[in-house]
């Protein structure tokens, strides 16, 4: 057990869910149940692959200075961070009454291919009604609010690592 709560150790346990994550949604959720991924979806996995490369690279290479550990956390957090807060967002639109969820809008492929970078994430974070559809749920909760529970799991499992970061070593007597 103490061996899960290292630096590595807790930054494979992210790699592990980051996996799962992603193999729930790709196989389970798009695939088996033939449900397509939303842009705000979307933007929640990107996140969630950014936090599964970086804590990747933390528990492979298993860096010994505090800057490039503290570097790859915040590579990390920003990742997880972003997925929550989309997941938030995403959350926020489905409680929306049903005359105020925005319209739905074109495909984001459409959007990337004809606007900047920058309007396209506007876009997607603005919402649209396909986004406020609910067509799942599990014990109640719709897939964003899951995922919502799932980042924020992750998100104090990234503030353990940097406890890890800034905490000093132990010295084991004996």
Same mark, same amino acid.
């Given at each position: 057990?103490?061996?899960?709560?290292?630096? !590595?150790? $807790?930054?494979? =346990?992210?790699?592990?869910?980051?996996?799962?994550?992603?193999?729930?949604?790709?196989?389970?959720?798009?695939?088996?149940?033939?449900?397509?991924p939303c842009p705000l979806c979307i933007f929640q996995r990107i996140g969630l692959m950014v936090m599964g490369v970086f804590a990747l690279l933390a528990a492979l290479?298993?860096?010994?200075?505090?800057?490039? !550990?503290? $570097?790859?956390? =915040?590579?990390s957090m920003l990742g997880i961070l972003w997925s929550t807060g989309v997941a938030a967002r995403h959350v926020w639109l489905q409680h929306l009454p049903p005359d105020?969820?925005?319209?739905?809008?074109p495909g984001l492929d459409y959007w990337l291919e004809a606007l900047p970078m920058q309007q396209v994430v506007h876009e997607v974070l603005s919402g649209s009604g396909e986004c406020a559809a609910i067509s799942w749920q599990f014990l109640g909760l719709s897939i964003p609010e899951q995922a919502l529970i799932f980042f924020s799991f992750l998100l104090i499992i990234n503030l353990m690592v940097l406890w890890r970061i800034i905490s000093p070593p132990t010295r084991v007597l004996g």
């Open positions: 057990m103490h061996k899960l709560l290292t630096y !590595r150790g $807790l930054n494979a =346990i992210l790699v592990i869910f980051a996996a799962i994550g992603m193999a729930f949604a790709l196989f389970f959720l798009q695939q088996h149940m033939g449900l397509a290479f298993h860096p010994r200075g505090r800057i490039i !550990r503290v $570097l790859l956390w =915040i590579g105020q969820v925005p319209s739905c809008g």
